[in-house]
């Protein structure tokens, strides 16, 4: 019912920038929590950086001063802008959304997309 799309990532070398997005799609009034999590080869998947519907945003350390999270509400997407990118930051990168209030005003979640790889070469 709630589906999500997430779409950006490619090959870049070291130091290059790409842009993610992710756009929820359904029956859906509002979405508190929206982020991006990404899951290196033999590695845990890991919060990178979230949003909430007010705009309040949450980064992981490797992530900060690097990437931009930003949301247009209206539109139910999510960006990630990342630059200054790095090998270690290689991985497949999902959108997330949780707190998803639909047309039975029942919050649902979380929800993921189908993952985007981001490969960065040195």
């Not at 790409?18 to 033999?42: D, E, F, H, K, T």
């Not at 999270?69 to 200054?84: F, H, P």
């Not at 005003?105 to 189908?114: E, K, L, S």
Request: glycine fraction near 12%.
């Amino acid at each position: 019912q709630v589906q999500l799309v997430d779409s950006g990532g490619g090959l870049v070398q070291t130091g290059g920038s790409l842009r993610l997005s992710c756009a929820a799609s359904g029956s859906i009034l509002s979405i508190n929590v929206m982020g991006w999590y990404r899951q290196a080869p033999g590695k845990q998947r890991e919060l990178v950086a979230n949003i909430n519907r007010l705009g309040s945003i949450n980064y992981a350390d490797s992530a900060k001063g690097r990437f931009t999270i930003s949301r247009d509400n209206a539109k139910n997407t999510v960006y990630l802008q990342m630059s200054s990118l790095k090998p270690e930051d290689t991985a497949v990168y999902y959108c997330n959304a949780d707190g998803v209030r639909t047309l039975n005003f029942v919050r649902t979640g979380p929800h993921w997309g189908q993952g985007t790889q981001v490969t960065v070469s040195s």
